[in-house]
């Protein structure tokens, strides 16, 4: 046997049946969900298109790309964008599909004009939106270009933290990166610098999908 078989055993030897405690349910509650996601986000500095419906978001940010100036722009795989085909619907633009194309990911997106993903929840009370990472679904995407755009759904959204991780009864990805805003620190001097860690610019598109 060897030691790290040892310290294994023993700590095997340890194991007992534990009964965590519930997830803390939040009180708040507020009358209009999405009016109060986009007064936080906006309060953040960031910026939220309402929309009738998808396509109607969509259309939305077909026409802001080209104001943007957007030649290159990654993309997350993941709902809304992997039921598109975006190479057809945007072709003087340079794609690069998170988990789909061939290349350095890394490379394409730290010269990208534009990230664009989906998110896993909105949380009402912060202006935040949640965002999982795995398979198609890359943090690069949506630090490194300069511009963040999500598309968010209003059944997405929530009243904040608490409530989301209650409703998921545990099931909480390993990896989640939370974005109120654009980029923002105050390190030096207490002085607010904008993009120094991330996006400058974070756009989100919500749109209605009752």
């Known amino acids: 046997m060897t030691?790290?078989?040892e310290i294994l055993n023993r700590l095997k030897a340890q194991e007992r049946d534990a009964t965590h405690p519930p997830a803390w349910r939040s009180r708040r509650?507020?009358?209009?969900?999405?009016?109060?996601?986009?007064?936080?986000?906006?309060?953040?500095?960031?910026?939220?298109?309402r929309a009738g419906s998808l396509d109607a978001a969509l259309a939305q940010l077909d026409a802001l790309l080209p104001e943007l100036a957007a030649r290159q722009v990654a993309v997350n795989h993941e709902p809304p964008f992997d039921q598109l085909d975006?190479?057809?619907?945007?072709?003087?633009?340079?794609?690069?599909?998170?988990?789909?194309?061939?290349?350095?990911?890394t490379l394409f997106?730290?010269?990208?004009?534009?990230g664009l993903s989906g998110a896993s929840a909105a949380l009402a009370e912060t202006g935040t939106i949640v965002l999982h990472n795995g398979p198609g679904s890359s943090r690069l995407v949506t630090l490194l270009p300069p511009i963040h755009i999500a598309l968010v759904a209003t059944s997405q959204l929530t009243t904040d933290i608490f409530t989301w991780t209650a409703a998921r009864d545990g099931q909480i990805p390993a990896s989640l990166t939370l974005v109120s805003g654009p980029s923002k620190t105050a390190d030096i001097e207490q002085v607010l610098a904008i993009g120094v860690h991330g996006p400058k610019r974070l756009i989100v598109f919500l749109y209605d999908d009752d």
């Not at 996601?37 to 298109?49: C, D, K």
């Open 109 to 114: 997106c730290a010269s990208a004009d534009v």
């Open 29 to 49: 509650h507020f009358d209009d969900l999405a009016e109060r996601f986009s007064t936080s986000l906006t309060a953040s500095g960031g910026q939220v298109h």
């Open 3 to 5: 030691d790290r078989d």
């Open 86 to 105: 975006l190479p057809g619907r945007w072709p003087n633009v340079d794609l690069y599909l998170a988990g789909q194309s061939g290349g350095d990911l």
